[in-house]
């Protein structure tokens, strides 16, 4: 039991480039966001979703993609890279709401670096 | 919409003492779930303690201790006989218990001297 997944664990990326972080959970949980993390500002949302087939925008989904075709993957789409997405990226995990404790499961997370 | 306020930016605690660290949050509704993570400099995010807002009963695990006010909306972490593995960031989060989304306080850092 892996957990959740996230690859790469590092990128550098030069402005305007794309490129997809990829996020896998093996608890057949139906829950799964993507959130950033600044300094000073704790994690916010990026994308969410309830489901195979079912995503949502979070506090700050522009310059981001999602998709979520299975359970168990839900991969983050830059698609024109900016020094602004210079963050740490973490995805993460639960049952949904109303079942178990409420408790999301976070992957190792990514530090992304756009120059 | 909810916030997570964690007032203290930094903290310090020698060794084998306790230190407490805020945190206040904002909500209409009456059934959410309260936590407290953990970020040690390996960035992995690690679940410390959590609280079902219908229960009135502390949570604790070990060390670790909250008190938790509803009607003042406070949501303490008590850390006892602080180790040197204790030093880390930590957040405060907010869940609501019908939702899915975290909601997370800015971070506490939190630094141990021995």
């Known amino acids: 039991n892996a957990g959740v997944t996230q690859t790469p664990k590092f990128q550098v990326l030069k402005t305007g480039q794309s490129m997809t972080l990829q996020c896998a959970q093996d608890m057949n949980h139906e829950y799964m966001s993507w959130y950033r993390q600044d300094p000073g500002m704790g994690l916010r949302l990026i994308h969410y979703s309830v489901g195979a087939g079912i995503t949502d925008q979070g506090e700050v989904p522009n310059g981001y993609n999602v998709s979520r075709s299975t359970t168990e993957d839900f991969p983050l789409r830059l698609l024109s890279a900016a020094p602004s997405q210079t963050s740490v990226y973490f995805c993460?995990?639960?049952?949904?709401?109303?079942?178990?404790?409420?408790?999301?499961?976070f992957g190792p997370g990514t530090r992304l670096t756009v120059t | 919409a909810q916030t997570v306020t964690q007032s203290q930016p930094e903290m310090s605690v020698q060794e084998a003492e306790t230190v407490t660290l805020s945190c206040t949050y904002d909500t209409s509704e009456s059934d959410y779930y309260l936590f407290w993570y953990k970020q040690p400099p390996s960035r992995q995010m690690i679940l410390v303690i959590r609280q079902e807002a219908y229960k009135q009963q502390n949570a604790t695990e070990n060390r670790f201790s909250v008190n938790f006010q509803k009607a003042a909306k406070s949501f303490s972490l008590k850390i006892s006989d602080s180790q040197l593995g204790d030093a880390a960031m930590y957040f405060c989060?907010?869940?609501?218990?019908?939702?899915?989304?975290?909601?997370f306080g800015a971070g506490t850092i939190l630094r141990v001297k021995s």
């Open positions: 993460a995990s639960s049952l949904p709401s109303g079942q178990g404790a409420g408790e999301q499961y």
């Open positions: 989060a907010y869940r609501s218990k019908y939702g899915n989304k975290l909601v």
